[in-house]
């Protein structure tokens, strides 16, 4: 996937009688393989761009496009094939099937994508090795640490190769050990894969990483800056699973 172009984006939502501003004519290109955060207080809009770069919300006026492709003017199942075959999401809270072990988690994707089974299996296994679960496939979420279920969703979000990634506060709910560790692996894939990652956060330790930061506030971008990522950034990911 190529660079994504935002133009004048507008985005309201209703509060009983009142129209609450989500993005105020926002404006940005991404080129492929960067890593970026969107960061800003609660309210300031990133979660909302976010959603609307992932075709989770249409914006109310303004364009989006993905490698040269309107994503703003497609149907709902043109959306939902777009998000299933171009975009990998990593939410806060997981969203992780508690039934399915991590590797039917990781499966689950490439299986509504028609991928067959053994593929399936043999492309599960490598991934969740990459992310540091060799050897706990057959564990479901409920007997994982949250350091190794926000792994499992990583997996899942990469198991179907997409070009861009949207994390939102991927670190909320971590220590600082598993923390940097998933930033290292979020490095790790961004360098070997060029993967494009847009993380929205609040965490400091999450910006430290990034290549390019936006600050955010009432739905508007008000800083979009370079920076040289944090020295520790970039390391292989640990082999713990935290």
């Known amino acids: 996937m190529s ?4 133009q004048d984006l507008c985005k309201t939502f209703a509060q009983g009688e009142e129209r609450i501003t989500g993005l105020d004519r926002v404006s940005l290109s991404i080129d492929a393989g960067e890593l970026l955060c969107l960061s800003g207080p609660s309210g300031s809009g990133k979660t909302t761009l976010l959603n609307a770069l992932g075709g989770l919300d249409t914006p109310d006026s303004g364009s989006i496009s993905l490698a040269g492709r309107r994503i703003d003017q497609l149907s709902r199942g043109a959306l939902a094939d777009l998000r299933l075959r171009e975009i990998g999401f990593v939410f806060q809270a997981y969203n ?3 039934v399915l072990s991590a590797r ?3 499966e689950f994707v490439m ?3 028609g991928i ?3 593929a399936r299996h043999q492309r599960a296994a490598a991934v969740l090795a990459e992310v540091g679960l060799a050897g706990l496939e057959d564990r479901r979420p409920a007997d994982m640490s949250g350091g190794q279920q926000q792994r499992v969703a990583v997996a899942r979000a990469i ?3 997409p070009r861009l990634v949207l994390a939102d506060e991927p670190t909320a709910n971590l220590d600082s050990h598993s923390a940097t560790q998933l930033m290292d692996l979020f ?3 961004n360098r070997d894969r060029g993967v494009t990652f847009v993380l929205a956060t609040h965490d400091p330790r999450v910006m430290a990483y990034a290549r390019r930061l936006i600050r955010m506030e009432d739905g508007r971008v008000i800083e979009d800056v370079a920076q040289q990522p944090s020295p520790s950034a970039g390391r292989p990911p640990a082999g713990g699973a935290g």
């Not at 660079?3 to 935002?6: A, E, G, Q």
């Open 3 to 6: 660079s994504i172009v935002c």
């Open 96 to 98: 992780l099937i508690p």
């Open 104 to 106: 039917e988690n990781v």
């Open 111 to 113: 299986q509504v994508q």
């Open 116 to 118: 067959p089974a053994g």
């Open 159 to 161: 198991a179907s190769e």
């Open 187 to 189: 490095q790790a894939l």
